[in-house]
C-alpha cells in the first residue's frame, strides 16, 4: 500500500472536514449502498497481503459480512429514528465497535469472530469513505451534470452495478445483531433493539436488490443524463470509488492493528456526517411493507442473523411499488 500518500491523504480530509464543520456547513450526502460495497471490495485489494495476511484473508473471505458491515450505519435512515443511523456515521461509533472487538474477541478468531471483524471493516469503510466522495466528487458532478445529491447518488450506484461486474452483489445478508445492540447501548441508546436493526438491515438489503430493477429501467437514461459522473465515480480523485477505498483501507489496517493490540489508539476524534434520506433505501422498505417482497431470514444462538435473497411474493404489490418509483 502506498502508505505515506494516503496517509497525506487523509490529514488533508479530516483538514477539510474540520473546516467544513466549523464554518458551519454541514456535509449532507453519501456515497449509495451499493457505492459502499464497491469502495470496501477495492479497499480490501489496496491492502499488502504480504504485510496483513490474515486481515486480507478474512476479508477476501467474508465478502457478504465486508459487504454487510459497509452499508450498515445507514440501516435507520428510512425509519422515524434517523439518529441512529446520525450515531453510526462518527469515528466515535466505529471506535467502540473496535473496543467492543478487541476487549470480547481477542486472537486466535473463531469463524464466527471473522464474521464480526468483517462486519467491523465494512463499518470502517463506510464511516472514512463517505466523506471524501461527499466533499470532493459530489460537488464536480452536481456541476458538471447539472444533477442533484439524490440523483448522482443513484447515478453513481447504477452505473457500478451495470459497469463494474459483480462487485455488487451479497450473497447472504449478515448482521452480528448482539454485538451491535450493545455498541448501541454503549453509545447511550439502550432502546435500540435487535429487531429495530433486522428491520432496518433488511431494508438496506432489499434497496441494494431493488437497485438493479431500477437500473435495468433507467441505465440508458442516467449514462446520457450524466456524462462527467459515469467517466469519473470510480477514477475521480479525491473522492471517487478509488481513492475512498484507499482512505478506507488506510483505516482498516488501523483498526485490525488496534484490535490486535499492536496500535494504542485510532485516530483522533473527528466529527460526525450528517446525510439526507435515500431514496433507494425508501424504496427497499416499501417493497417489504406492502408485502410485496419477503427475505428469508435465520438467527443463531449467537445472536447472528443470516439473510437469504429477496423473493417476490405479491406481484401486483411489487409492480405498483417498483413502478411508482421515480428518479
Ligand atoms: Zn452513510
Redesign the pocket.
Known amino acids: 500500500m502506498k502508505g505515506n500518500l494516503i496517509k497525506l491523504k487523509l490529514v488533508c480530509l479530516i483538514l477539510v472536514m474540520a473546516t467544513t464543520f466549523f464554518c458551519g456547513v454541514r456535509p449532507a450526502g ?2 449509495g449502498q451499493t457505492g459502499h460495497l464497491v469502495v470496501a471490495e477495492i479497499a480490501s485489494m489496496d491492502i499488502n497481503e504480504t504485510d496483513y495476511p490474515d486481515l486480507v484473508k478474512i476479508l477476501n473471505t467474508f465478502e457478504s459480512e465486508r459487504g454487510c458491515g459497509s452499508v450498515f ?2 440501516w435507520a435512515w428510512a425509519s422515524l429514528h434517523q439518529q441512529y443511523s446520525e450515531i453510526a ?1 462518527t469515528v466515535e461509533f466505529q471506535q467502540a465497535w473496535a473496543d467492543y472487538v478487541k476487549v470480547n474477541f481477542p486472537p486466535l478468531y473463531t469463524m464466527s469472530k471473522k464474521r464480526e471483524i468483517g462486519f467491523l471493516m465494512g463499518i470502517t469503510s ?1 464511516t472514512f469513505g ?1 466523506p471524501p466522495w461527499h466533499m470532493f466528487f459530489l460537488p464536480e458532478a452536481e456541476a458538471h451534470d447539472n444533477a442533484d445529491h439524490g440523483l448522482t447518488e443513484i447515478g453513481t450506484d447504477i452505473f457500478a452495478n451495470w459497469e463494474l461486474g459483480k462487485r455488487q452483489e451479497v450473497t447472504h445478508g449478515y448482521l452480528p445483531a448482539t454485538t451491535a445492540v450493545n455498541i448501541y447501548s454503549i453509545m447511550g441508546y439502550p432502546e435500540v433493539t435487535e429487531s429495530m436493526l433486522v428491520k432496518g438491515m433488511m431494508e438496506l438489503q432489499a434497496a441494494i436488490w431493488a437497485e438493479k430493477l431500477v437500473g435495468y429501467q433507467g441505465y440508458l437514461n442516467l449514462v446520457r443524463r450524466m456524462p462527467w459522473t459515469d467517466d469519473n465515480y470510480v477514477i475521480y480523485s479525491p473522492g471517487g470509488f478509488e481513492y475512498d477505498a484507499e482512505v478506507s483501507a488506510l483505516e482498516m489496517v488501523n483498526t485490525w492493528n488496534y484490535i490486535q493490540g499492536d496500535l494504542d489508539q485510532l485516530l483522533p476524534a473527528d466529527v460526525p456526517v450528517f ?1 439526507e434520506k435515500n431514496i433507494l433505501i425508501e424504496l427497499g422498505k416499501k417493497l417489504i411493507e406492502s408485502g410485496a417482497i419477503e427475505i428469508p431470514v435465520h438467527r443463531t444462538e449467537q445472536g447472528e442473523y443470516f439473510f437469504g435473497e429477496p423473493m417476490i411474493l405479491d406481484r401486483k404489490s411489487f409492480e405498483s411499488v417498483v413502478w411508482g418509483f421515480e428518479f
Open positions: 453519501s456515497i450505519p445507514d456515521h463506510h463517505d446525510m
